[in-house]
């Protein structure tokens, strides 16, 4: 097998074989015309990436760092063990010292005064969903008060492909509406929230983990959302589809790219935190208020 780039002997084949070099370089100039193509980052921007210290969002803050941008990272510790360990601390605070990043840390019980235990129990949701739903709050409310203006996350096409599945499943308003925000770049509604952006949002999650070897990068994976153990039937349906057509989730996120979605619901200030919601009380005081019943 020939590295289609250098003609070499080829390490990996994902959709083309490639040799670590050529691989890398592949990836990086996919990366950076995605962040042109939709005028990600400018000069001025100050970016915190959410490394959870998995292969897609260590392989994002790489991406970023090799292309020159400053950057700094944030790690949260979930609170519970299900979905954190202290390994991904540790892999995430390496790979920041090693070049030189600024690292932060935030605990969800530290951050919002809760126990998270109960708190996951008293949300009524699955683990991922309550997890995923504390992270963007926490991303959001931190990147703001220290001064971030751009919150860059290891979002991959293999996410966007789930949810897009997921979506068509649940048949519900607010399913579609998280359609719409699987796009390169969510610009701010609301003077409280923050820009996200997402610039491996076009990578598959092979390419992030081949990339972040090639890169001697250490990964912790989480336990409960590792690609290779997960069984649920979209993740299946995925593989089967992969076997045919091995873009086809790259194309789900070009084709939610094109698309323009109606508007949103209006953004307003939970009245009890402040913090933005589509609704008077936010999820989060919600949850901690029934609670405190
Ligand atoms: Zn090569
Ligand atoms: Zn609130």
Known sequence: MKCVGCKGEAEIKILQPFCKECFKKHYLRRVKRLIQKFNMIEK????????????????????????????????????????????????????????NIP???????????????????????????????LKRALFNKFARENNFNKIATGHCADDVAKYFFKSIVASTEESFFWLSKLKPITPSTHKKIVTRIRPILEMLEVENLAFSKFNNINVAGCVMCSYFQRKDKITEILRKIDEKFPDFKIKVVKMLEKINFESEKEIQECEICGEPTKNKICTICKIKKRIEK
Not at 61 to 71: D, K, P, R
Not at 72 to 99: M, N, Q, R, Y
């Open 103 to 133: 690292f932060y840390f935030a605990s969800f019980e530290e951050f919002f005064d809760i126990d998270a235990k109960k708190f996951f129990e008293a949300s009524r949701r699955p683990i991922c969903a309550t997890c995923g739903m």
């Open 44 to 99: 001025k921007d100050k970016i915190v990436v959410a490394v959870s210290g998995g292969k897609d969002s260590l392989a994002c803050a790489q991406a970023l760092y090799s292309l020159g941008f400053e950057i700094s990272v944030l790690h949260i510790d979930v609170g519970i063990k299900e979905c954190w360990s202290p390994k991904a601390k540790e892999v995430t605070e390496k790979f920041c010292k090693e070049k």
